[in-house]
């Protein structure tokens, strides 16, 4: 988790910046599957969207 966290973002104007400052990262369950890609295994990372209220949106805000 601490990796994605601060997995470096590029922004439209080229500044990078790290994940941490621009989302929440939260780990949860779900139905495992194990994926391979040219005999790589491979991670599906999924995300969705709220509407911000300052720099960053709590958890659990609409």
């Known amino acids: 988790m ?9 922004l439209s ?3 990078r910046v790290p ?3 621009l989302a ?3 780990q949860a ?6 994926s391979r890609r040219e005999g790589m295994r491979t991670v599906t990372v999924t995300g969705g969207l709220r509407a ?4 960053r949106a709590a958890p659990g805000s609409p």
Do not use: C, F, M, W
């Open 52 to 55: 911000a209220h300052g720099p």
């Open 19 to 21: 994940l941490g400052s």
């Open 2 to 10: 601490a990796d994605l966290e601060t997995l470096s973002i590029t």
């Open 29 to 34: 369950r779900s139905y495992g599957k194990v």
């Open 13 to 15: 104007d080229g500044s």
């Open 24 to 26: 929440y990262v939260d």
